[in-house]
């Protein structure tokens, strides 16, 4: 939980404004051939260290944190909390996780404008009608959610992340598709739009059906694994349910409905009326996850053979 706003520096010092650069110089270097090129910014990891112009797009009196009370703790499985730890925030103040939250935002400005700079390189290289362009993140973010920071937790704020695929031509472009994909249907994605055979048995799937019809039929949930030292914590999400189970349900479950509950806050576990419901979800879960995965051992002289 830290921060600086830097008076003095350019975004082209920093970190991401060198990655955009070094982008840059490879898609033009690369812009007579085939390529295939994944920029991989920072931000808005922390620490949040951005140019101050940054901070100045946002007043503090714009931010808020979702509220918690001393009951929130007891609304859930203590597993499904303890990816922070102190709770809450970490141990700081309210005041503190505001300013935090601002300097993520600032944090994120700072990597949307380094976008910015790779799809102006790529209308000014003449490469944007023939580019097919992905933009993700490999995990959420809690902003205070819960009294929850970061990632790793199984609730939809640290589970969902952002995802936007642009096909040069696409009669769709711009449209939403409510689907629930996952990222590993990204390579089989990227294989079909490019005429490439994948391998098989890829757990993907491609979603160029859902690029040319997002409002198509798709049965395929997300599944979601964190860890607390032994026991799992296993997550499955439908379009309207996410079910989650810790230790495989014997350290406790959730259960919430996403178009009534979108926050999260009512678990629905243990409410017979949603008996059924939890029956469906713990098939589609015990599908990918049927039991304990025992940890594997490194083959001997591990550290020497494969670590710098």
């Known amino acids: 939980m830290s921060y600086y706003s830097d008076k003095e520096g350019i975004d082209e010092e920093h970190t991401d404004g060198k990655v955009a650069a070094q982008t840059i110089r490879l898609m033009s270097e690369h812009k007579d051939e085939p390529f295939f ?4 910014f920072y931000k808005p990891h922390c620490p949040w260290i951005t140019p101050s112009k940054y901070f100045d797009i946002y007043k503090p009196d714009q931010i808020n944190l979702p509220e918690i009370t001393e009951e929130t703790q007891k609304d859930y499985p203590a597993l499904a909390l303890a990816s922070t730890s102190p709770w ?9 996780a505001l300013e935090c939250k601002l300097a993520y935002y600032a944090a994120i400005s700072f990597v949307d404008a380094q976008i910015g700079t790779l799809l102006d390189a790529l209308d ?5 009608d023939n580019t097919i362009i992905v933009f993700w993140s490999d995990n959420g973010y809690h902003l205070g959610e819960h009294g929850l920071w970061f990632k790793q937790s199984c609730f939809e704020e640290s589970a969902k992340c952002p ?12 449209q939403l598709c409510r689907r629930t994909v996952e990222l590993v249907d990204i390579y089989p994605t990227l294989a079909d739009l490019a005429g490439l ?13 859902l690029l040319k019809n997002p409002g198509t039929g798709w049965k395929h949930p997300a599944h979601t694994q964190v860890q607390r030292g032994t026991t799992p914590g296993h997550s499955v999400r439908t379009e309207k349910w996410r079910y989650t189970e810790w230790g495989f349900g014997e350290m406790g479950a959730e259960l919430y409905n996403e178009a009534n509950d979108p926050k999260e806050l009512n678990n ?5 009326k949603y008996a059924d419901i939890v029956k469906d979800m713990k098939v589609l879960l015990k599908a990918v996850h049927p039991g304990a ?10 550290r020497a053979k494969f670590s710098n």
């Open 37 to 40: 090129i994944a920029a991989g």
């Open 88 to 96: 809450p925030y970490f141990g700081i103040s309210r005041s503190q």
């Open 124 to 128: 000014s290289l003449g490469l944007t």
């Open 163 to 174: 995802l936007i695929i642009s096909v040069p031509g696409s009669k769709k472009a711009g």
């Open 197 to 209: 055979n994948p391998p098989e048995g890829l757990e993907g799937f491609s979603l160029s059906r």
């Open 268 to 272: 629905l576990a243990g409410d017979p």
């Open 293 to 302: 995965v025992e940890g594997g051992k490194a083959i001997a002289e591990t």
